[in-house]
């Protein structure tokens, strides 16, 4: 069943948290139903259809969702904006029929740009638009146009290929860029499964990590939390792990605060990334403070990296379905007063720390909610205090990707030389 959507109470005004489950978007799937897909694997691509689409609160202000069926010719069988809650939603998504019939795949990416993203009710408030083709065969009719046409119109296309016959070229010339982000192919339906919820993070990506990072020779979704809070104008330039790195010093004085709406507009996605380069000395390496913490308007904390100085520890605070706030705490290897690279990998069911590229530890977390955006984020603030801590900070950042991982290396704290180099 879906989550509620949960509340605070602050006197007269209600604050709802926000997460991919609330963000707004209008969400299309375009379900090959050609013969060669056969009646008892619709069944399963249904059942996977209804368990993806139950992670969203359903309604006019979060996802609306549509889907077209496909053979010779795309048959509407959900239209966009028609449903207030997901209980409706899935029941017309189970009962949707099988229909039979050859494979014109192009026709059906054009059909959901022409007849339902553009006339959405929502379609001039420039809500995220994305579809998801499901095809286990060759296209009987031309896909590239249909595609790039839906793309310039703002719709994002991931591509779902199903067994042996499906070419990965045509799934390449459906889906944007890059393919490893929105390209998917499984054996046959029955595993289809298995992409469940690299599916779910990937749609909620999309929704909520509107803006891109810059990252050696690509582009990633995330949030660059330095330049998020203005450090550029308020903290001075100096240099970083390397003469060639830029930082910025904090002081006492300089305050790092930003209210999150501005930052996280729309909340976090299920799994991301985080990443510090930074340096503090003496007293910081016995004092207890907060490197990057999210607030609500009463003060509560969502998400909070801490740094305990007098345990030596790093402490990771976010929300919790079963105690409104859960904490996990490592033990860490950054307290010498030299820079070091501190990355988290957070996911649904664990947290993992690492240092300098050395993983450290992994620690379980709960189920999370999603963060209430009406509050404040900051950067360097003693725990439980607005005082500034002073410290150095290289780069402060959330990649939306749990895939970046594997990817950023710690190239920049001197010393380090990561496999990637070495590759």
Same mark, same amino acid.
């Given at each position: 069943?879906?989550h509620?959507?949960?509340l605070?109470?602050?006197?007269?005004v209600?604050?709802?948290?926000?997460?991919c489950?609330?963000?707004?978007s209008d969400?299309?799937?375009?379900l090959?139903?050609?013969?060669?897909v056969e009646?008892?694997?619709?069944?399963?691509?249904?059942?996977?259809?209804v368990?993806?689409?139950?992670?969203?609160n359903?309604?006019n202000?979060f996802?609306?969702?549509?889907?077209?069926?496909?053979?010779d010719n795309?048959?509407?069988?959900?239209?966009?904006?028609?449903?207030?809650?997901?209980e409706e939603l899935?029941r017309d998504?189970?009962s949707i029929?099988?229909? $039979?019939?050859?494979?014109r795949t192009?026709?059906?990416?054009k059909f @959901?740009?022409?007849q339902?993203f553009?006339?959405? /009710?929502?379609? +001039?408030?420039?809500?995220?638009?994305?579809?998801?083709v499901?095809?286990d065969?060759?296209?009987?009719d031309e %896909?590239?146009d249909?595609?790039?046409?839906?793309r310039?119109?703002k719709?994002?296309?991931f591509?779902?290929?199903?067994g042996?016959e499906?070419?990965?070229?045509e799934?390449?010339?459906?889906?944007n860029?890059p393919?490893?982000?929105?390209?998917?192919?499984?054996e046959?339906?029955?595993?289809i499964?298995k992409i469940?919820?690299?599916?779910?993070?990937k749609?909620? /990506?999309e929704?909520?990590?509107p803006?891109?990072?810059? %990252?050696?020779a690509?582009d990633e979704?995330?949030?660059?939390i330095?330049?998020g809070?203005?450090?550029?104008?308020?903290?001075?330039?100096?240099?970083?792990?390397f003469?060639?790195?830029?930082?910025?010093?904090?002081?006492?004085?300089?305050?790092?605060t !930003?209210?999150?709406?501005?930052?996280f507009?729309? $909340?976090?996605?299920?799994?991301?990334?985080?990443?510090?380069t930074?340096?503090f000395k003496?007293?910081?390496?016995?004092?207890n403070w907060?490197?990057?913490?999210?607030?609500?308007l009463?003060?509560?904390?969502q998400i909070a990296v801490?740094?305990?100085?007098?345990?030596k520890?790093?402490?990771f605070?976010t929300?919790s379905?079963e105690n409104?706030?859960?904490?996990?705490?490592?033990? @860490?290897?950054?307290?010498?007063?030299?820079?070091?690279?501190?990355?988290?990998?957070?996911t649904e069911?664990?947290i993992k720390?690492?240092?300098?590229?050395? !993983?450290?530890?992994?620690?379980?977390?709960?189920?999370?909610?999603?963060?209430?955006?009406n $509050?404040?984020?900051q950067v360097?603030?003693?725990?439980?205090? !607005?005082?500034?801590?002073?410290f150095?900070?290289q780069?402060l950042?959330i990649?939306?990707?749990p /895939?970046?991982?594997?990817?950023?290396? @710690?190239c /920049?704290? +001197?010393g380090?030389?990561s496999m990637m180099?070495?590759i």
């Amino acid at each position: 069943h879906p989550h509620p959507i949960w509340l605070l109470q602050l006197g007269e005004v209600t604050l709802a948290s926000q997460s991919c489950r609330t963000a707004p978007s209008d969400l299309v799937f375009i379900l090959d139903g050609s013969w060669s897909v056969e009646d008892t694997n619709f069944e399963i691509v249904k059942k996977w259809l209804v368990n993806i689409t139950s992670n969203f609160n359903i309604g006019n202000t979060f996802t609306q969702v549509g889907v077209i069926q496909y053979s010779d010719n795309p048959v509407l069988e959900i239209p966009l904006g028609t449903h207030s809650s997901s209980e409706e939603l899935l029941r017309d998504m189970e009962s949707i029929s099988y229909m $039979g019939g050859n494979t014109r795949t192009g026709e059906a990416i054009k059909f @959901a740009d022409k007849q339902m993203f553009a006339i959405s /009710e929502r379609a +001039p408030n420039g809500v995220t638009k994305i579809a998801v083709v499901l095809t286990d065969g060759k296209s009987q009719d031309e %896909v590239k146009d249909a595609a790039e046409e839906a793309r310039n119109n703002k719709i994002t296309l991931f591509a779902i290929g199903v067994g042996p016959e499906i070419k990965d070229d045509e799934l390449k010339a459906i889906a944007n860029k890059p393919p490893s982000t929105y390209v998917f192919h499984v054996e046959e339906y029955i595993v289809i499964s298995k992409i469940r919820e690299v599916m779910r993070q990937k749609l909620c /990506e999309e929704t909520v990590c509107p803006s891109k990072i810059p %990252v050696a020779a690509s582009d990633e979704k995330g949030f660059d939390i330095l330049v998020g809070v203005d450090i550029n104008k308020k903290a001075k330039r100096v240099p970083g792990s390397f003469a060639t790195k830029r930082a910025y010093q904090v002081t006492q004085q300089v305050d790092l605060t !930003e209210q999150t709406r501005n930052i996280f507009p729309d $909340g976090l996605p299920p799994s991301y990334v985080f990443v510090a380069t930074m340096r503090f000395k003496s007293p910081l390496t016995r004092e207890n403070w907060d490197l990057w913490r999210i607030r609500a308007l009463n003060g509560m904390t969502q998400i909070a990296v801490t740094l305990l100085g007098q345990e030596k520890s790093v402490q990771f605070s976010t929300t919790s379905t079963e105690n409104g706030v859960q904490v996990v705490t490592f033990t @860490a290897k950054l307290f010498d007063e030299k820079w070091h690279q501190l990355r988290l990998l957070v996911t649904e069911e664990q947290i993992k720390l690492y240092v300098d590229d050395q !993983e450290i530890e992994t620690l379980a977390l709960a189920p999370v909610l999603g963060i209430y955006v009406n $509050g404040k984020t900051q950067v360097g603030k003693y725990i439980n205090k !607005e005082e500034s801590v002073a410290f150095e900070v290289q780069k402060l950042r959330i990649y939306c990707s749990p /895939e970046q991982n594997s990817r950023e290396t @710690a190239c /920049e704290i +001197p010393g380090i030389v990561s496999m990637m180099a070495i590759i």
